[in-house]
C-alpha cells in the first residue's frame, strides 16, 4: 500500500519489471518535466501514463537489466561489508574500553587461579587459556577472553574514582587528552577545481561509512580543509549523530568539525568516542540555539572518558585501521561501479551501445 503521492505500475508480463525500472531511471529530468505545479511539482497518474518506453525484445530487455543488476548488486554487497565491518570495530571498542571485557575476563581468572590453590576439589584446564578450575569456570572465562599475549596488557582487577569502578592503572580523562581540532580554513577562491566537497546532507546518520560527497566547484563561501582518516563531526543539531572517518582528502561545510588523534594510537579510540551514543547525547545537552543547536570543540573537548594505557589504544588502533582501510576501498569501489553503471545506463536503454559490448566493457572493470 502507498500513498496518493507515489505512482504504482504493474508490469506485463511480456515485460521485463527491472528493465523498466532502469529505463525510468534514466529519465528523470523528462519525469520531472511532465509534472505540473511550481511550488510543489507533481507527476499526476494521467502525465505519468502518457510516458513513453521503447521496449527491445524480453531477451534484450533481460540481458540489459541484467548487466546493470549486476553493477547494482556488487555495490550492495559492497555497502553490506562496510555495515559490518563498522559493527565489528564498534563491537570491539565497547567490549574493551567501555564493558571492560578482558578487565573482567583477567579478574575471573585470577578468582579461579586463587580458588585452585584453596581447594582439591576437581578442577580441568582450559586449552585457550591455561587456567584450571571446574569446568563452569573455565568456560565463562573463555567466553570472552582474548588471547593470553593480549590479555596481559589488561589489568586484573578494578579501581573506584568518582565515575565508578575502572580498570587498574587506568585513569579518568578528557578527549582532549587524546584529540585536537586543527581548524584548517580555506577560501573559496583557493580550492582546486574537483577537490571533494563533504556537507551535513551527505553525511548519513549513526555511521561511519562516508560514502557521499560531491566537488567544490560552486562553492562560494570558506569551508575548512580535511585529510584522509580524520574524523568529521557534524556540530549543527548535534542529536542527528552525524559523524564519520574521512575516505578522501577535500573540504567541508564549516557546521563540521574535523577532528585528529593527537598521535595514530589513538586513532581508533578516537573514532569509537566520538561517534558513540555517550557523546552525541553530552553535545546535545551542551549545544546552544533553540531553533538551530550547535555544539563546538570545547564541549566535545571536556567530555570525561576512561583513558587506558598507550599500549592497549595502540593495540586496538592496530585491529582497527585496516577494518577502515577496507570499508574505503569498498566506497572507492561503489563510487567506481556506479559511475559506470550511469554511464552505460542510457547507452544501453537507447540502442547506442549493444549488449556484447557492455558485457566486455563490465568485465574488465570487475
Known amino acids: 500500500m502507498t500513498n496518493q503521492q507515489i505512482n504504482s505500475i504493474i508490469v506485463a508480463g511480456s515485460v521485463d519489471p527491472a528493465f523498466v525500472y532502469y529505463n525510468l531511471s534514466n529519465r528523470k529530468a523528462e519525469i520531472r ?14 502525465a505519468f501514463g502518457r510516458l513513453e518506453i521503447h521496449l527491445p525484445s524480453l531477451p534484450e530487455q533481460q540481458a540489459i537489466a541484467c548487466i546493470l543488476g549486476a553493477l547494482d548488486d556488487k555495490i550492495e554487497l559492497n555497502r553490506r ?22 578487565v573482567h575476563a583477567n579478574a575471573r581468572r585470577r578468582d579461579i587461579t586463587s580458588r585452585r590453590r584453596e581447594s582439591s576439589g576437581e578442577t580441568e584446564q582450559n586449552p585457550r587459556t591455561g587456567v584450571r578450575g571446574s569446568k563452569a569456570d573455565t568456560d565463562d572465562v ?24 575502572i580498570p587498574a592503572g587506568w585513569r579518568v580523562g578528557t578527549l582532549a587528552e ?9 577560501n573559496a577562491d583557493e580550492i582546486k577545481l574537483g577537490t571533494p566537497y563533504i556537507a551535513l546532507e551527505h553525511m548519513p546518520r549513526k555511521s561511519i561509512t562516508l560514502a557521499d560527497w560531491s566537488t567544490a566547484d560552486a562553492i562560494e563561501s570558506n569551508k575548512f580543509e580535511f585529510r584522509r582518516g580524520e574524523i568529521l563531526f557534524g556540530k549543527l543539531r548535534p ?32 573514532v569509537g568516542h566520538f561517534s558513540s ?9 551542551a549545544s546552544t540555539g533553540t531553533k538551530m543547536p ?44 556506479a559511475a559506470l553503471r550511469d554511464a552505460l545506463l542510457p547507452k544501453l536503454i537507447s540502442g547506442e551501445l549493444r549488449v556484447p559490448d557492455a558485457e566486455r566493457i563490465v568485465g574488465r572493470a570487475t
Open 33 to 46: 518535466h511532465a509534472a505540473g505545479g511550481s511550488a510543489q511539482p507533481i507527476l499526476n497518474k494521467s
Open 81 to 102: 561489508r562496510c555495515k559490518t565491518l563498522e559493527a565489528m570495530a564498534r563491537a570491539i571498542f565497547q567490549s574493551w574500553f567501555v564493558d571492560f571485557d578482558p
Open 142 to 165: 573463555s567466553a570472552f577472553c582474548l588471547k593470553p599475549e593480549l590479555a596481559a596488557l589488561f589489568p586484573d582487577r578494578f579501581e573506584d574514582p568518582p565515575l565508578g569502578p
Open 178 to 186: 587524546v584529540a585536537d581540532n586543527p581548524r584548517r580554513g580555506i
Open 239 to 270: 542529536y542527528f549523530h552525524k559523524v564519520g572517518v574521512a575516505p578522501v582528502d577535500g573540504v567541508c561545510s564549516t557546521d563540521i568539525l574535523v577532528i585528529v588523534p593527537k598521535q595514530p594510537e589513538w586513532f581508533g579510540f578516537c
Open 277 to 285: 551514543d555517550a557523546i552525541i547525547q553530552h553535545a546535545d545537552r
Open 294 to 337: 550547535r555544539t563546538n570543540w570545547n564541549d566535545l573537548a571536556r567530555f570525561e572518558v576512561v583513558i587506558p594505557r598507550r599500549e592497549v589504544a595502540e593495540l586496538f588502533s592496530k585491529q582497527f585501521k585496516p577494518m577502515i582501510d577496507r570499508l574505503h576501498q569498498g566506497i572507492q569501489e561503489s563510487r567506481t561501479l
